[in-house]
């Protein structure tokens, strides 16, 4: 069992930088690919970034990239999203996730056997 409690979301001005980190309880850490998303209202969640078990490989959807960051640090428990350049259209809930079974990076929610209980991000314009 893994818990995973996300932190950092708030209210910003478009152009801003946020950045969310999830500290994760409960297993080990470093045996989980890690990654983010988001839902808006009425919408599916998104898939935002992705860091595999060791760090070494990420990726992104064109959406966010150039301007998302995912990071881990596995001796502290924690994963982050580094968001520069926001914009309205990433105003959602933020989601952590942890995918057991995946040496890589994991981009489908149906991979991802926890979940966090999300931290809002508004951007305004």
């Known amino acids: 069992q893994v818990q995973l409690v996300e932190s950092g979301g708030g209210l910003v001005q478009a152009g801003g930088s946020l950045r969310l980190s999830c500290a994760a309880s409960?297993?080990?850490?470093?045996?989980?690919?890690m990654g983010w998303f988001r839902q808006a209202p009425e919408k599916e969640r998104e898939f935002v970034a992705a860091?595999?078990?060791?760090?070494?490989?990420?990726y992104y959807p064109d959406s966010v990239k150039g301007r998302f960051t995912i990071s881990r640090d596995n001796a502290k428990n924690t994963v982050y999203l580094q968001m520069n350049s926001l914009k309205p259209e990433d105003t959602a809930v933020y989601y952590c996730?942890?995918?057991?079974?995946?040496?890589?990076?994991?981009?489908?929610?149906?991979?991802?056997?926890?979940w966090g209980q999300g931290t809002q991000v508004t951007v305004s314009s």
């Open positions: 409960g297993h080990t850490f470093s045996s989980y690919a």
């Open positions: 860091i595999s078990r060791s760090g070494g490989n990420t």
């Open positions: 996730g942890a995918a057991a079974a995946s040496s890589g990076v994991v981009v489908t929610t149906r991979e991802y056997d926890y």
